[in-house]
């Protein structure tokens, strides 16, 4: 399944993360913020092919936020609200040229969504 190989490296690579400490410098801090809007935009289009293989309809032109809903309804995504505070980071990835906002995006990252990713990761492999 190439979404959910996609996936598991763009997982790898935002692991890095941990390898940097603030305060970071513009390069670092926009590149943090990068490789986590990858790895939610993955982790949604690999849940939209599974759900789409498994008779799930709403996934077939389902928006991210439709496929997060349908995800939590199928059980692949165990704490939704978690998830839809990811898709709002996600959303502020344009705006990470305000270093508030990237902060914001790395420190949920570290603290939150990375752990979400990997629960993803482990619980995904019953559906493939």
Excluded at 6 to 34: H, M, R, W
Excluded at 111 to 125: A, G, S
């Amino acid at each position: 399944m190439k979404k959910h190989e996609n996936f598991c490296a763009a997982l790898k690579n935002l692991k890095e993360i941990y390898n940097y400490e603030q305060p970071y410098d513009s390069v670092v801090l926009t590149g943090l913020v990068g490789l986590f809007g990858i790895c939610f935009e993955q982790s949604w289009k690999m849940m939209k092919e599974v759900l789409t293989e498994h008779g799930y309809e709403d996934s077939a032109t389902g928006s991210p936020k439709t496929i997060l809903k349908t995800g939590f309804k199928a059980g692949i995504i165990k704490d939704e609200e978690l998830w839809i505070r990811a898709l709002a980071a996600r959303n502020n990835v344009t705006c990470a040229y305000n270093r508030e906002v990237a902060y914001d995006i790395v420190s949920q990252t570290k603290e939150q969504f990375y752990d979400m990713f990997r629960t993803l990761e482990e619980d995904i492999k019953r559906w493939i």
